[in-house]
């Protein structure tokens, strides 16, 4: 007597029946399908044996079940997208959520470089320099009204130029009569030490630091023969062609100071009164 063959769930024979072997044991078709197969996320009918069964996140589908839920179009073979557990083929996904390029009027497509900027968006290669028409990409732009520029486009239409190099200034720098400057172009005139933060005054229309214009400019105290520049609130008294650093000013015999008070002159020098008595 021959060894029975049956169906592991129904018991039924299996011989000359088709059958699957699932879990090492042997189920009739319909057995199998009601204990093995997933059932539809679409539909809610079981996928049989025999159908391609597609899955995704955790989802099973009938192949022609698997489809776009805008335009009905298969997504078997076709680039898919999930929103709010709705599938969308590309196309319809694009159309709904997607942006489009404000240069380009073209959608930008998920997973493509973009750039946004002031609510706007652009495809990468879309973005371009106003002036050069180059791609700025993730470089450094400027915005003018509607249009944008690459910063050294930008520097060479409007930047102010420096009076002394005549090179963009971009930012930063010195004004000295209306002009602009870059900091490292406003120097003394004579020694040519940067004058930026530091007191200065001109003569004709030329910058000096403080030491070269005494140097060459002041006059000399008659008796430390150092500049009388006046500035720090420096006062000087003056007398003929002759001049003093306050301080400076005093008997030429005695050192008192003559600041307020009577002086004699003596051929170079100047005599208090006391002094002065002494010669008679």
């Known amino acids: ?29 319909p057995c199998y399908d009601s204990l093995f197969a997933n059932t539809c996320d679409e539909c809610k009918e079981l996928i049989g044996h025999d159908s391609r069964e597609l899955f995704y996140e955790d989802r099973h589908y009938h192949e022609h079940c698997f489809r776009c839920f805008r335009c009905d179009r298969s997504l078997a073979d076709e680039p898919f997208t999930s929103q709010d557990d709705a599938l969308l083929c590309n196309d319809c996904y694009c159309n709904e959520f997607s942006s489009k390029c404000v240069a380009c009027d073209k959608t930008v497509m998920p997973g493509t470089r973009k750039l946004e900027y002031a609510g706007s968006t652009w495809h990468e ?17 400027i915005p003018d009204k509607d249009d944008h520029y690459c910063v050294p486009c930008y520097e060479n239409k409007f930047a102010p130029r420096c009076t002394r190099c005549k090179q963009a200034l971009a930012k930063g720098g010195v004004t000295y009569r209306d002009e602009p400057w870059h900091k490292e172009c406003f120097v003394c005139t004579s020694c040519k030490v940067q004058l930026a933060g530091q007191h200065f005054t001109s003569r004709d229309d030329s910058p000096y630091c403080l030491k070269c214009f005494g140097n060459l ?30 301080p400076c000013f005093t008997c030429s015999r005695c050192s008192v100071s003559l600041v307020g008070a009577g002086f004699f002159p003596e051929q170079d020098d100047i005599l208090c009164r006391n002094c002065n008595s002494n010669l008679e």
């Not at 021959?2 to 189920?27: H, W």
């Open 125 to 141: 290669g879309c973005f371009i320099c106003n002036s050069c028409q180059q791609p700025i990409g993730s470089k450094s732009f």
């Open 1 to 29: 007597m021959s060894e029975r063959f049956d169906c592991d769930n129904c018991k039924e024979s299996l011989y000359g029946r088709k059958y699957i072997q699932a879990e090492d044991n042997p189920y009739c078709i």
């Open 217 to 246: 400019y002041a006059k000399k105290c008659e008796a430390c023969k150092k500049p009388i520049t006046g500035f720090g609130g420096g006062k000087y008294i003056s007398f003929e062609d002759r001049q003093w650093h306050q």
